[in-house]
């Protein structure tokens, strides 16, 4: 729709994420300048479903960034980095170091199981350097196209870095929040929309607003309890989580269970993902964005709370299978599409001693949710890509092709090069009766 706003004209587009749990994506426009609110993939990165963003690439002056998951900026890397489009992306300081590592886990499991084209790791690269990184409750100034914005972030709660943002021009406040979360957790404070003053536009979701949730007491409870009983029959416990973001809540809950239930001490409590040292490492560098119970530890007694006393890391399977007995292991992706969690699910899967714990609302039409929904289903049907070694006539056949294609090349450079050897013998010889020409007129 078409708000007048004294002389400016704001105009709302959602492109992705208005009816159901999609991926985030809409367009602001406020007179002549284009704002993307959210980025938003799925792990499917199936291309055809970014035909409503491409189609205003163009136009785009700005972008605004959530949050750090694929849901809010999966697209990034196609759209801003491997298309060679260009716009001020603004994000918070742990959006842009998390958002990061929520893309190249994506990206690496992906590429270790099939041939991915979509995009690279530079693409993520390439539209992370146009990121702008702000502060909380710090004003940004912008000018695009004739119009003056001040652009603020605000805390979001739900994962770290976290944003509600804050557009004002001229007399008018616009407020786009999602996914924010007014409950203060172990490791992140509650929102601040509340305290933001009455905006002449709220862009927000009411997705969770039927939800009710039990007191966190009793969800911890019910979660440790199910854990334990798994491991005391011999059984391996696999939580499909995230890479980055709300996995980070999880792990700090769990390592405190660990550290005061002395007994289930010895039991190997593991996080699986492709880049799980790298995301701990980021976030016990970013304490200042975490909950006031996180930072009065960190001053008080340099107790970090990401420095954990029994979480394990790991990066591949085979440090995972070199543990031994039962374990528990947050494994990445949350879905189940992909990733460490899909080969866990499949190795452990036919033995009813090992279970599996969802503790996120997964996408509709991912295995998690197939799973979740239909807990009688005796069969499920799903496809699995996996690298392996040629051998035989597949590795002699590869072969042959790759000297072919190898020759072919060298070909193709040796004619290229004598194309452009006689270019410049044929320049030369320009140049000389040119020389030649002027001395003697």
């Known amino acids: 729709g078409e708000t007048t706003a004294m002389t400016?004209?704001?105009?709302?587009?959602?492109?992705?994420?208005?009816?159901?749990?999609?991926?985030?994506?809409?367009?602001l426009e406020i007179d002549e300048t284009c704002i993307l609110l959210d980025?938003?993939?799925?792990?499917?990165?199936?291309?055809?479903?970014?035909?409503?963003?491409?189609?205003?690439?163009?136009?785009?002056?700005?972008?605004?960034?959530?949050?750090?998951?694929?849901?809010?900026?999966?697209?990034?890397?196609y759209a801003f980095g491997k298309s060679g489009q260009h716009a001020k992306i603004i994000a918070t300081i742990p959006v842009f170091k998390m958002g990061q590592m929520f893309l190249y886990d994506?990206?690496?499991?992906?590429?270790?199981?099939?041939?991915?084209?979509?995009?690279?790791?530079?693409?993520?690269?390439?539209?992370?350097?146009?990121?702008?990184?702000?502060?909380?409750?710090?004003?940004?100034?912008?000018?695009?196209?004739?119009?003056?914005?001040?652009?603020?972030a605000y805390s979001a709660g739900h994962m770290i870095g976290g944003t509600v943002w804050k557009i004002s021009h001229e007399t008018e406040d616009i407020v786009y929040a999602v996914d924010y979360n007014h409950a203060k957790e172990r490791h992140l404070q509650p929102t601040v929309l509340e305290t933001i003053s009455r905006p002449s536009i709220l862009i927000t979701d009411s997705l969770n607003t039927?939800?009710?949730?039990?007191?966190?007491?009793?969800?911890?409870?019910?979660?440790?309890?199910?854990?334990?009983s798994t491991l005391a029959s011999g059984?391996?416990?696999?939580?499909?989580?995230?890479?980055?973001?709300?996995?980070l809540e999880l792990l700090v809950t769990l390592d405190q269970y660990w550290t005061y239930y002395k007994?289930?001490?010895?039991?190997?409590?593991?996080?699986?993902?492709?880049?799980?040292?790298?995301?701990?490492?980021?976030?016990?560098?970013?304490?200042?964005?975490?909950?006031?119970d996180v930072m009065k530890k960190f001053v008080s007694n340099r107790e970090n709370a990401f420095s954990f006393n029994f979480v394990q890391l790991c990066q591949s399977l085979e440090e995972v299978e070199k543990i031994p007995g039962p374990k528990v292991v947050l494994a990445t992706n949350e879905n189940l599409n992909v990733g460490f969690s899909l080969?866990?699910?499949?190795k452990w899967a036919p033995s009813h001693k090992n279970r599996i714990i969802f503790t996120t609302n997964p996408l509709p039409g991912s295995l998690s949710h197939d799973l979740l929904y239909n807990p009688d289903k005796s069969e499920i049907a799903l496809e699995y890509s996996k690298r392996v070694p040629l051998v035989g006539k597949e590795y002699e056949d590869y072969i042959e092709n790759k000297k072919k294609i190898e020759q072919e090349n060298a070909e193709k450079k040796k004619i290229e090069e004598e194309e452009e050897k006689r270019k410049r013998e044929f320049m030369d010889m320009y140049d000389f009766e040119g020389i030649f020409y002027s001395l003697h007129i």
């Open 8 to 27: 400016s004209i704001i105009k709302f587009t959602p492109l992705c994420g208005a009816h159901d749990r999609q991926p985030l994506c809409y367009l």
């Open 39 to 77: 980025c938003g993939w799925d792990d499917s990165f199936d291309v055809n479903k970014l035909k409503p963003l491409m189609r205003h690439i163009n136009r785009i002056d700005i972008v605004l960034l959530s949050h750090p998951d694929l849901l809010h900026i999966g697209a990034l890397p």
């Open 106 to 152: 994506a990206y690496l499991s992906r590429s270790t199981h099939e041939d991915f084209h979509v995009f690279n790791l530079d693409h993520v690269d390439s539209a992370f350097d146009q990121v702008t990184q702000l502060k909380y409750s710090q004003p940004f100034s912008i000018m695009e196209n004739g119009v003056n914005l001040e652009i603020t």
């Open 210 to 228: 039927q939800n009710e949730l039990l007191p966190r007491r009793e969800r911890d409870k019910d979660l440790i309890d199910s854990i334990m």
């Open 235 to 247: 059984g391996n416990v696999l939580l499909p989580v995230d890479s980055s973001g709300r996995v």
């Open 263 to 292: 007994h289930i001490s010895a039991l190997p409590l593991i996080f699986l993902s492709n880049i799980s040292y790298n995301t701990i490492d980021f976030v016990q560098r970013l304490l200042e964005w975490c909950s006031s």
């Open 343 to 346: 080969d866990l699910f499949l």
